[in-house]
Structures are given as C-alpha cells and as structure tokens.
C-alpha cells in the first residue's frame, strides 16, 4: 500500500498539478498531458484529498488556485530544483569524453552552422552521444526547467521566462530581421522604414512563435501598426517558398538570407531602426560544472574563433550552391 508521502509525489501527480497550475484551464491542460479531462480532474481531486484542502477553486467559469494550492506549487518547484541539482551533481563527476549531451535547438532558427560544428565534435569526442531535438520555444523552456535538456539554442531576449536566477546564457552571435519583398525597387535600397513595409501582406510565424511576437513588438515600439498575416508558416523555408510564389513580404533573419540568398528570389534589406537580437546558448547555471558540457562549450569557442558565425554561414551557402 503507498504511503502518503508516494501518493503526494508521484512523478505523474507533480506533472499533472503542474500543468494545470500553469495553463490554469482542465481542458488545456489534460490536451497538453495527452489525457482525458476526467481522468485529470480526478488525479487533481485524489492529490486534494490527499494534502487535505482544495488546491483549485472557481469564479464563474475562471479557475483560480487556493492558498494551499500556492504552497503545494512553490513545493513542487523546490522539489524539482532538488532533483536537477542531484543530477547535475552526480553528472558532474562523470568523463569529459564519454556520455551523452542533450540539446535544443528552436525549430524556427537556421542551424546549418550547428549542425558543422556537432560533425566536428563527433569526429574530436566519438564517444559523447549528443543529441539533436527539433523544440517550439515553450518545449524548450519546459525540458530546461524538467532536466531534459542540458542546452538550448535560442533567440535571446525572451520575456517568456519570468525567473532567469536558474539559468545562464552565452551569446553565440548577433542576429538582426531582414525585410524581404519581391518589389524590385528595393534592389537599390540598403534600409526602409516601418511604414513601408506595410503597403502589402505577409507571410509570417505562426502567432505563439517568438519572431513573430518580436516583430509586433518592434513596429507596437515604433508606433505603427503590425503586418497583416495573409499565411502563417513554422519553417522559413515555408515562408519564402510561399512569398516568392504569391509576392507577399515576410521579414528573416539575417543568418536565414546568408545561409540561403544565392538561391531566393526575393529582395532583402535592413529595417530603420534595426530588429535586432541574439542567438545564444541557454542552460541551467550547475550545467558548467559537468565535464562534458564545458568541453562542449570550449570546443564551441574554439570553432567560432578560427572562423565567425555569419562567415561560416556564408561558406555553408557557396558549398550548397
């Protein structure tokens, strides 16, 4: 028979309450887990029973979490920071060329570069495993905060995170937004203006998508109203094969148009003022102290300093063409 405390702290019941205290919505939540909202309602009622007090209470059809449901949070958040740092610990004896790195790359960025450097590493350390996953930035949050992830590769600034005590960053280079159109007369042109950008419609990210959010915000601070989204696509390879084919603009980055503007139609140019923002590593601070991943680190450095980012990404444009 489980004790109390095993019925409290199973993995499953933390990662239930934490889902619904995080999206605050049974529905939502029970699709984010793969599960059925009855079956939720139920794992949450069980833990209720449990701890002795409503950790959830309704206004109208708004769900709000109680006092003890606060207590159970902070709890849960200690809970899983214990269980990171006695990994991290435990991983921190290991080898430095053995093991397995796991990293997160956001779906959205060009990676070619990446993936030149990780051939290299293996070829250096073939017996550290690293693997590669593909991740929506609230994937990417989610496994840092989880210890699924030991590195992600993302666009910095992000409001998304409210709590950056965990985590450090390390910039790997810096990224700017392109305006890209097939007006012709932008061949001549080296920067253009918010305002002018919006005399048609775009092809964008999709809404929940970092750049997209950060390009509204760029034209909300410049006092203009955002670009109208005619169609909306995950992958920048999507996004300019469709605005080539039907004229619409988007806005890329930069390493995207490096990496790829021998074989695109379309012209590019800078916007005034800039859009700019940075690539970088994102990790847990204990993350440092395990052999693998400083080696990986410095191993990183020494690649960026025999060539740049956006040089590299240019060589990776000539050698495809």
Avoid: C
């Avoid at 435990?90 to 990676?111: V, Y």
């Avoid at 109208?228 to 390879?237: I, R």
């Amino acid at each position: 028979m489980k004790t109390r405390q095993e019925n409290i702290f199973s993995s499953k019941t933390l990662t239930y309450f934490l889902q619904l205290a995080e999206t605050m919505n049974y529905t939502q939540a029970a699709q984010l887990l793969g599960i059925t909202q009855p079956a939720l309602t139920q794992q949450i009622k069980k833990l209720e029973r449990t701890v002795g007090a409503p950790l959830f209470y309704s206004v109208g059809k708004k769900l709000h979490i109680s006092d003890a449901g606060r207590t159970m949070l902070e709890a849960t958040h200690q809970i899983y920071d214990l269980l990171n740092t006695a990994t991290d610990e435990i991983q921190s004896s290991t080898s430095a060329t053995r093991g397995k790195i796991n990293i997160g790359i956001l779906a959205s960025m060009e990676i070619s570069v990446i993936q030149s450097f990780l051939i290299q590493y293996y070829k250096q350390f073939p017996d550290i495993e690293v693997s590669m996953h593909l991740l929506t930035r609230k994937e990417i949050w989610d496994r840092l905060e989880n210890n699924k992830i030991d590195i992600a590769i993302m666009y910095l600034p992000d409001d998304s995170i409210k709590n950056w005590k965990p985590y450090k960053s390390r910039k790997i280079a810096d990224e700017r937004l392109l305006f890209i159109s097939q007006d012709p007369a932008l061949k001549t042109r080296k920067k253009i203006r918010f305002k002018d950008t919006l005399d048609n419609k775009w092809v964008t990210y999709p809404d929940e998508y970092y750049l997209n959010q950060f390009i509204n915000e760029a034209y909300k601070n410049q006092l203009v109203d955002h670009p109208v989204s005619a169609a909306q696509f995950t992958s920048p390879f999507e996004i300019i094969r469709f605005a080539e084919a039907t004229g619409l603009n988007t806005a890329l980055p930069k390493s995207f148009y490096e990496a790829h503007n021998l074989g695109l139609k379309g012209n590019a140019v800078q916007f005034d003022p800039a859009i700019q923002f940075e690539l970088a590593f994102v990790f847990r601070n204990e993350k440092e102290n395990i052999p693998r991943i400083d080696s990986f680190f410095r191993e990183f450095d020494h690649y960026l300093e025999e060539k740049d980012y956006l040089t590299r990404i240019r060589e990776q444009n000539r050698k495809i063409i």
